[in-house]
């Protein structure tokens, strides 16, 4: 059974600090993985999309890495702002069982400013 | 394209009571999810369509829980009998059936048992 673990659970960081959020998955057999932004009450955004064949991915401020074979992922966030603030949620595809995604329990960042 | 549209936003319910819960998806995604949502915790899967047929349900749907797609459009979750532990946020995703595309979200129903 797929297993997603997100650390730390809560990061608190001054405004302009580079920041990485870390993601890890016990079954390598992913078809890719996703980068998820919530913010309180609210849906899922998606902020990057890893295919399995890929190494990394970016948008911005964000740089998202992926080693399929040692099930980690990280998220890098440049130049930290106060709009930064909210849950980040990692996720994987299965590559069986209709390919759901499975998420972690998420990262909870808050900025200072 | 609106999004994946989810309605009601918020409802509260008294216990032994029946809700249900709507999802439009995305007008060409014929994958559909729901998830549920309890806070400080990820999304967890609940069901999942491929056009009108449920494909997968979780160990978490029990009997009380239902959910359709009755034309390969829009969605429908019921769940009979409300208990104070199905309180959470009930989500709902769309996508193509391109397995490496993005799933995308709607804002969610939150649902509180009194």
């Known amino acids: 059974k797929q297993e997603v673990t997100q650390i730390p659970a809560a990061l608190s960081v001054p405004e302009g600090e580079n920041l990485v959020l870390n993601c890890s998955f016990t079954?390598?057999?992913?078809?890719?993985l996703q980068w998820f932004r919530q913010d309180p009450g609210k849906g899922l955004t998606s902020l990057l999309l890893?295919?399995?064949?890929?190494r990394e991915q970016t948008s911005g401020r964000l740089n998202a890495s992926l080693d399929k074979s040692s099930g980690r992922s990280t998220l890098y966030i440049a130049a930290s702002q106060p709009g930064d603030s909210a849950t980040y949620l990692c996720?994987?595809?299965?590559?069986?069982?209709?390919?759901?995604?499975?998420f972690g329990a998420g990262t909870r960042l808050f900025v200072k400013a | 394209d609106t999004g994946v549209s989810q309605n009601p936003r918020h409802k509260i319910t008294k216990r032994g009571q029946n809700v249900t819960f709507r999802c439009d998806p995305i007008?060409?995604?014929?994958?559909l999810y729901w998830y549920r949502q309890t806070l400080g915790q990820g999304p967890e899967f609940l069901t999942y369509?491929?056009?009108?047929?449920?494909?997968?349900k979780s160990r978490l749907l029990s009997d009380r829980f239902s959910a359709e797609r009755p034309k390969g459009s829009f969605s429908t979750l019921e769940i009979q009998r409300t208990e104070q532990g199905d309180s959470a946020m009930y989500l709902c995703?769309?996508?193509?059936?391109?397995?490496?595309?993005?799933?995308?979200f709607g804002e969610g129903s939150w649902l509180t048992v009194v």
């Open positions: 007008s060409e995604h014929n994958r």
């Open positions: 995703a769309s996508r193509t059936g391109t397995a490496g595309n993005t799933i995308y």
């Open positions: 079954d390598s057999a992913i078809y890719n």
């Open positions: 369509f491929q056009n009108e047929a449920q494909l997968e």
């Open positions: 890893i295919q399995s064949s890929q």
């Open positions: 996720a994987v595809r299965q590559e069986t069982g209709g390919f759901k995604t499975i």
